[in-house]
């Protein structure tokens, strides 16, 4: 009797053990980062002329894996600032631009080598923004606004540096349905705010508008800092009510990124034997 209790007892001790060693922890990857470059803007609801200048950016971004299966799905939300001011091609007119980008998406993961990972999901943002062109009397603003769901992919590999260990990344997202927002062609806003609301919103499809976010990361993992360097170039190109409006932007990426985990006083001692599962590295 006394034997069958104490193996019923080991037997305890090693599931509690086995469940305890199958316990995963995934760490939250922040990023701050600061963005400079060029930029061109071009919207013929405000003028016929393409704008050349230069674009600043604050962005933040976050990263997880998910609790439900944390070795195939990640989630990454992220926000962009930005600030552009251009010039005309004569360099005697000033317009600036300022958005606010936000999205979240969902991404399988799979290793296809052991350094690799490659990602793919969908995701949803919403954009809002407006253009000023102070030498327009009747209409010197245009306002941007959109609400749109695409397809977001990533190819990662993670390796090093001498001593350093480094992630490489790039990341994309494509729009592929939503709605946007733009008026009339000569359309005050004035006329609007009076209740001419038909034909502000419209269907958004690759075809009338098309984006491509595209971004390149090196993170450079020096302890618990993490320094990324990178490349964006995103793209956005609408068309509706026989208004064009388009923006490149080229900049480079500079920021700092950590890891860390959420943990009570109690979860320790159970962090310690839990299995860790990064979103990205």
Not at 135 to 162: D, E, F, L, Q
Request: aromatic content about 12%; some cysteine.
């Amino acid at each position: 009797m006394k034997a069958t209790v104490k193996a019923i007892l080991l037997l305890l001790v090693a599931t509690a053990a086995t469940a305890k060693a199958q316990d995963v922890e995934r760490p939250v990857l922040s990023a701050y980062t600061l963005e400079a470059g060029s930029a061109h803007i071009a919207d013929t609801y405000l003028t016929p002329l393409k704008y050349y200048g230069q674009n600043y950016a604050l962005g933040y971004e976050r990263m997880q894996a998910m609790r439900f299966n944390p070795d195939r799905w990640v989630m990454r939300l992220r926000g962009r600032l930005s600030l552009e001011r251009v010039k005309s091609p004569a360099r005697n007119s000033l317009m600036w631009g300022l958005g606010l980008d936000l999205g979240w998406s969902m991404m399988h993961r799979w290793r296809p080598a052991q350094q690799w990972t490659v990602m793919a999901g969908g995701y949803t943002s919403a954009e809002a923004g407006v253009l000023y062109l102070s030498r327009n009397s009747n209409n010197p603003a245009s306002a941007k606004g959109a609400w749109t769901v695409g397809v977001s992919a990533a190819a990662v590999y993670n390796g090093r540096i001498g001593r350093i260990p480094f992630c490489a990344r790039y990341q994309a997202e494509l729009p592929l349905t939503g709605i946007f927002f733009t008026p009339q062609y000569g359309e005050l806003y004035y006329e609007i705010w009076l209740g001419n609301h038909s034909g502000l919103v419209h269907g958004a499809w690759p075809g009338n508008y098309f984006g491509l976010d595209n971004l390149a990361t090196v993170d450079l993992r020096f302890g618990r800092t993490i320094l990324r360097l990178g490349y964006r170039c995103d793209i956005l190109s609408s068309k509706a009510n026989d208004i064009v409006s388009r923006s490149v932007t080229h900049t480079a990426v500079v920021g700092i990124a950590s890891e860390w985990l959420s943990l009570g006083p109690s979860d320790s001692r159970k962090a310690e034997q839990a299995r860790i599962t990064s979103s990205l590295y």
